[in-house]
Each structure stands twice: as C-alpha cells, then as structure tokens.
C-alpha cells in the first residue's frame, strides 16, 4: 500500500494528465540487455533518465529499485560510468554486509528447534523482531522479550512482528481484519487453489489459518515479500525473500524454483497472484516484474492455453488507473472500497499516536493506518481499489455493506456510484455521486467546477494554468510529490531541486499562519524518524532491517 500524502483533492484527481512534456526521472524500460544493470543489497539496480519539459537528459544513470530515500540505499551509479576495481570489491563486500545475518536453510532450522520448545521456553525479541532459541537468551536479556509465544501467535507473525511504515521502502500496511477476510472468501468463492502472494503478508497469513483450521478450503499460499522477518516464520516452500521492483529472489535459483513449481502445479490452474505494492512505488518496475511472473506462470501452460491470462489482484489507488491500464489493457478496477455503512472498528494494532501526518485522505481497510483506516477517526473513503483481469461481473460485492449490481455495466458498484447516461458508465471513482460536464465530455468529482481559464473541471480553489500547486517533482497536476509515481528516482536526483523548490515556495507564502501549518507538519516528521531510529539502534535489527 500507499505512502500517504498531505494533499486533499488535487491527489484524487484522476492520473489522466499525459506525463509527457513534464519533467522529472523515469525509469528506462527496455535498457540494452546485453548490459547488466549493477547490483546494490536490493539486487539489480533500475536504469533512470532525467526528464526536463519531455526532453530527456543525455547521461543516464543507475539507483535502487527498493528504496525510495538514499538513506535506506546509496546506491548511485552513471550508466557511462567506470568503476575501479577496488571500489568495485568494496561495493561487493558492502552487497555481503547487508545481507540477511542468516540464511534461509538456517532461518529453517531454527523455527523447526523453536517448535519443538516448551511454551515457556518460546521467546520472541521485540526489540530485534526475532525468535530467541535459549541459546540466544543472555544476549537478549536487557531487552523487551515477550514469552509463551503460543502457536497461535506463531500463525499470525504479522501480529507479533510491529508493521515497517517506513514510507519510502516497506509501506507495510496491513489489511484490516474484516478486509482480509473479505479477500480470502472472494479468493475461495472464486474457486481459486493456490495464491501468489506478493506484499501481502497478512492475507497469506489468513489463507494458511483457514486451511489449517478447515479442511475444505484447503487454499495454499506462497509469499514473496522483501520484509525478511517473515523468513522466521514460515518454510521455503511458503515465503521467499523478494524484490518486486527488480523480481529478485535474495536466496537465487533455489527460491526461484520454489514460485516456479508453484506457479506451475496442475498445469497452471487454480492459481491467482495478489499483490498490494508500496504506492509511492513506481507502476512501470511492478508491471515490468508482473510480466515476468506472468512468464513464468506461462511456462507451465499447454499451446492451447496460449490465450489465458493469469488471474491477478492488484491492490492500488485508483488515480494509477490510466498507468494500470497502459500496461495491462485487460484489467479493469473494481468498485469496492472496503466495508462501509455502519461503522466498525477493526482489531486494531494501531500506532495512532505515532503517525500523524495530517492529511485528508482515509482508508477504510488497513490496520495500522491512521487515517486510511476505517473507524471513528474515518473521513473519508478508501482511494485503494482492486484491479483485475477476472470479469468483473463474476466479483459479487457485498449488498450488506453498500453495493448493487448495475446490469448495464455488468459489475457491481458502491449505491452512491449512479450509471451515467452520457458516460454509458457508472462513473464515480471514489464512493461519491459524480455529475456530468458537458464540456468536458465527462464525469466529475461533485466538488469540481469547469474553469473557463484551464477549460476542463478542476477544484474550485485551483490556480489556473500554474504548476505551483502540482507536483514538485514532475510538476503535473493531478498529484503532489507524495504520491508522484515518480518519486523514488526523482528524489534521489532532484533532491536539491526539490527543496530549492520547497524553499521557493516557503518564500512566496510569506503569510504567517501558512507558514506555521508547514513547520508543523515537519515538527511531526521529524519525531516519527527519531521514533523509527531508537527502534533501530540494536545491532541486530539494523542488520534484520537493512535488508527489506
Ligand atoms: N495490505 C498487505 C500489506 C501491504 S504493505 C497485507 O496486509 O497483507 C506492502 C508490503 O509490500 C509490505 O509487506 C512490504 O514489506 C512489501 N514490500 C515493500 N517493498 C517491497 C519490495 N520492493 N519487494 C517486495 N515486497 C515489498
Ligand atoms: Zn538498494
Ligand atoms: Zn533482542
Ligand atoms: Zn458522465
Ligand atoms: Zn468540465
């Protein structure tokens, strides 16, 4: 899921505007093959251009696939750039360091021992987010250790584990109970046997829980997912430690043929991939990885399967729509939005108080997710939808919690989401009635007004025709810089631009009260960071964490 973002309407706004003519970074999709790209701790390192008013920039050059801030990986490179070899080997041992402290084959063996243990010899670390066997007891005595880890707990590691929330790598934001449930019986209606599943760490945990508990649905999941404290938790044959901006197994050949095999069992059938990536993510990396397990999934097909597609769940804001759609032509995004009506609240692990942002947006069907979270502290429906490539007409959406199926569209819509006569489509996106614009030829949010300067609808506060209000970093429109599907690679190299723009910008709001709201904002930020760091400072977890 999502890094959230500060701004209201402008983010909503539906990602249509072309991203050509604008400036920033992007990615190069089809760099030369017979060039590979360096390695950083996170793998193979994306190729990134810079882009000024559409023009690109001659030099190229080189940056993590992972991490959206240099602070959680430095890795900078210039395409024509020669190495030496000293550096190189230096680079090389810095890969090693970074690696997980244990291997796979070992993590294994020591939850196979952690089983076998007493109840009231079974310890997790909460400061190093470990499983202690007794041996490692003493080393760990001056910290928070809970004990009695029941098997129950064991099932459920996303419950013992605390969620990463670190924005620009992990965006570890779990699923609601209620939601995960409703994805798992989706699952499970759909008649599917087996789930890819990537970044989702706590539905592949509530898929396991219910086969374990109930015969019948005997689903199996796989997990992929680059939060390496899983790999304590769960077998080789159900979690690998991966990348999914670079569709790189940590652990090689081996745990590649584990997703293989599992792709491939019963000649590809019954199996679905669900996936919910970080949202400040960029779409072109996960839909050049999507393919490639789509690939593999191939593989294992018989010619005359030829035209079947992997069914697939991706679990993303709906201003990416148009990006989806550009790589995916097939898929189709779903009108569900959570649970609504009468309001519940979750069973919550929530970390309220430790992260405030202040932003407008609210997501009904995350656990730790303070403002996306459904509940009393609720303002707003969920930005996150499903998109898939199975027919939308055979995905019921509960009529209990506000759907109905609309027979013209032939798929089922939240009761707010009227068919437009003139769209041919129920059109609204975000749970709210939209109104038709003539001019514009279109639907649009019911707060939007046709501005005769930009001629199409936009907010009724917008500044016509300036970027100032747009992004920061690739200077479109339809979205801020925390949400700008360019972030990761702009920030790395635009990082001076971007605050020689925020400067700019403090100084052309010299009103006083503005500036305030701002200072406040980055008061916040900086204590969520000094919290994250104290969590950090063990030498253990640095080492578990440095390689998410
Ligand atoms: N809602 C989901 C969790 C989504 S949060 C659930 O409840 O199951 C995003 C997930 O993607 C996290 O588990 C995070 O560890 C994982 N992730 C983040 N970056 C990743 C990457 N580069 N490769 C693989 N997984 C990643
Ligand atoms: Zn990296
Ligand atoms: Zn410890
Ligand atoms: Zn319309
Ligand atoms: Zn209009």
Same mark, same amino acid.
């Given at each position: 899921? =999502?890094?959230p973002?500060h701004?209201?309407?402008?983010v909503?706004?539906?990602?249509s505007a072309?991203?050509?003519?604008s400036?920033?970074v992007e990615v190069? @999709? !089809?760099? /030369? ?9 996170h793998?193979?390192t994306?190729?990134? %251009?810079?882009?000024?008013q559409g023009?690109?920039e001659?030099?190229r050059?080189?940056a993590c !696939?992972?991490?959206? /801030?240099?602070?959680d990986?430095?890795?900078f ?7 030496s070899e ?5 680079r090389e041992a810095h890969n090693?360091?970074c690696q ?5 084959m070992?993590?294994?063996e020591?939850?196979l021992?952690?089983?076998?243990l007493?109840?009231?010899q079974?310890?997790f670390c ?8 007794p041996? /490692? ?6 910290h928070?250790?809970l004990?009695?880890? !029941?098997?129950t707990q @064991?099932?459920r590691?996303?419950?013992l584990?605390?969620?990463?929330e670190n924005k620009k790598?992990?965006a570890?934001y ?5 939601s995960?449930?409703f994805?798992?019986?989706?699952l ?5 046997r087996?789930?890819?599943?990537v970044g ?11 086969a !374990?508990d109930?015969?019948?649905?005997n689903?199996k999941s @796989?997990?992929?997912d ?5 790999s304590?938790f769960?077998?080789?044959d159900?979690?690998?430690h991966?990348n999914?901006f670079n ?7 081996a745990?590649?043929?584990?997703c293989?095999?599992?792709l491939?069992e ?7 991939? %669900? ?5 400040g993510?960029?779409v072109?990396? @996960?839909?050049?990885?999507?393919k490639?397990?789509? =690939?593999?999934?191939k ?7 030829s ?8 679990i993303f804001?709906?201003?990416?729509e ?13 009108d569900?939005q959570g649970p ?5 609240t979750? =069973? ?10 202040g932003q407008e947006?609210?997501m009904? /069907?995350?656990?730790?997710h303070?403002?996306?979270?459904h509940?009393?502290?609720g303002r ?30 032939q798929r ?5 989401n ?7 489509s129920?059109t609204s996106?975000d ?8 001019l514009c030829?279109k639907c649009?949010k019911?707060?939007?007004i046709?501005?005769t300067?930009?001629?199409y609808c936009?907010?009724p506060?917008h500044?016509c025709g ?6 920061? %970093? ?6 801020k810089r925390?949400?700008?599907p360019?972030?990761?690679?702009s ?17 052309r ?6 500036l305030?709201t701002t ?8 204590s969520?960071?000094?919290k ?17």
């Amino acid at each position: 899921m =999502a890094a959230p973002s500060h701004q209201g309407e402008a983010v909503e706004a539906e990602g249509s505007a072309g991203r050509r003519g604008s400036s920033g970074v992007e990615v190069v @999709l !089809s760099p /030369d093959p017979t060039v590979p790209a360096p390695l950083c701790p996170h793998g193979p390192t994306l190729l990134f %251009v810079k882009v000024n008013q559409g023009i690109e920039e001659t030099r190229r050059f080189y940056a993590c !696939s992972a991490c959206r /801030d240099r602070k959680d990986c430095s890795f900078f490179q210039w395409e024509d750039e020669k190495l030496s070899e000293a550096r190189l080997a230096a680079r090389e041992a810095h890969n090693r360091r970074c690696q997980p402290p244990l291997t796979r084959m070992q993590c294994v063996e020591r939850y196979l021992k952690f089983i076998e243990l007493r109840l009231s010899q079974r310890k997790f670390c909460q400061r190093c987010q470990q499983l202690l066997l007794p041996e /490692d007891w003493a080393e760990h005595r001056e910290h928070q250790v809970l004990g009695d880890i !029941s098997v129950t707990q @064991l099932k459920r590691p996303s419950h013992l584990l605390y969620p990463l929330e670190n924005k620009k790598t992990n965006a570890q934001y779990l699923f609601a109970d209620r939601s995960c449930q409703f994805l798992v019986d989706l699952l499970s209606t759909l008649g599917f046997r087996r789930v890819l599943c990537v970044g989702t760490p706590r539905l592949h945990e509530l898929i396991r829980l219910k086969a !374990s508990d109930d015969k019948e649905s005997n689903i199996k999941s @796989l997990l992929l997912d680059i939060d390496f404290r899983y790999s304590q938790f769960y077998m080789e044959d159900s979690f690998c430690h991966y990348n999914m901006f670079n569709h790189h197994f940590f652990d090689g050949k081996a745990a590649l043929e584990k997703c293989r095999a599992f792709l491939q069992e019963d000649e590809g059938k019954g199996v679905i991939m %669900v996936t919910d990536p970080p949202f400040g993510g960029l779409v072109e990396p @996960l839909a050049v990885t999507f393919k490639k397990l789509i =690939a593999l999934w191939k593989e294992g097909q018989s010619q005359d399967d030829s035209r079947k597609e992997l069914p697939i769940f991706w679990i993303f804001p709906y201003f990416f729509e148009s990006r989806i759609r550009q790589f995916f032509p097939s898929f189709c995004m779903l009108d569900y939005q959570g649970p609504k009506g009468p309001q519940w609240t979750s =069973a919550s692990t929530s970390r309220e108080g430790e992260f405030h942002c202040g932003q407008e947006l609210k997501m009904v /069907d995350y656990d730790n997710h303070v403002l996306y979270k459904h509940g009393k502290t609720g303002r707003k429906q969920s930005p996150v939808r499903i998109f898939t490539n199975i027919p939308p007409n055979k995905i019921i959406l509960p009529t209990e919690e506000g759907y109905r199926f609309c027979p013209l569209c032939q798929r089922y819509v939240s009761l707010e989401n009227q068919h437009c006569e003139h769209c041919d489509s129920c059109t609204s996106k975000d749970g709210r009635k939209w109104n038709h614009c003539f001019l514009c030829k279109k639907c649009v949010k019911p707060s939007w007004i046709h501005c005769t300067v930009c001629s199409y609808c936009a907010a009724p506060h917008h500044s016509c025709g300036g970027p100032k209000d747009g992004c920061f %970093v690739c200077g479109e429109l339809d979205h801020k810089r925390t949400t700008c599907p360019n972030i990761s690679s702009s920030q790395r190299a635009n990082n001076t631009l971007f605050f020689r723009a925020v400067r700019k910008q403090k100084q052309r709001k010299s009103n006083k009260m503005e500036l305030e709201t701002t200072k406040g904002q980055s008061m916040n930020h900086t204590s969520v960071r000094r919290k994250k760091k104290e969590k950090g400072k063990s030498p253990s977890i640095s080492l578990l964490l440095n390689v998410q």
